[in-house]
């Protein structure tokens, strides 16, 4: 089992760039896969991007693709969402998961407590 701890949230101007890490515990991390999701006010959870465990190729929502930019450090058993050219949409909190199956059907999957990303404009 792991558990993935976010930081690195908070408030930035449209345009303005924001990296998110996740560290999480556990011996195994390099065996789960890692996502970023997150979910706006009034809205459901979505996916904003993956990487894999296995050969870490990546998987990008539409909507941040070109802007955002998932890594990993299997040394530091940390993920990494690269944020560029943040708009207000983009506000909402960000989950990190660690999880083993795919991105969109993961199981089991393990959440962070979220941390808040708000772009004014």
């Known amino acids: 089992q792991v558990q993935p701890v976010e930081s690195g949230g908070g408030l930035v101007q449209a345009g303005d760039s924001l990296r998110l890490s996740c560290a999480t515990s556990?011996?195994?991390?390099?065996?789960?896969?890692m996502g970023w999701f997150r979910q706006a006010p009034g809205k459901e959870r979505e996916f904003v991007a993956a990487?894999?465990?296995?050969?870490?190729?990546?998987y990008y929502a539409d909507s941040v693709k070109g802007r955002f930019t998932i890594s990993r450090d299997n040394a530091k058993n940390t993920v990494y969402l690269q944020m560029n050219t943040l708009k207000p949409e983009d506000t909402a909190v960000y989950y990190c998961?660690?999880?083993?199956?795919?991105?969109?059907?993961?199981?089991?999957?393990?959440w962070g407590q979220g941390t808040q990303v708000t772009v004014s404009s």
């Open positions: 998961a660690a999880y083993r199956g795919t991105y969109y059907n993961p199981n089991p999957v393990y």
């Open positions: 990487i894999s465990w296995s050969f870490g190729t990546t």
């Open positions: 556990g011996r195994t991390f390099s065996s789960y896969s």
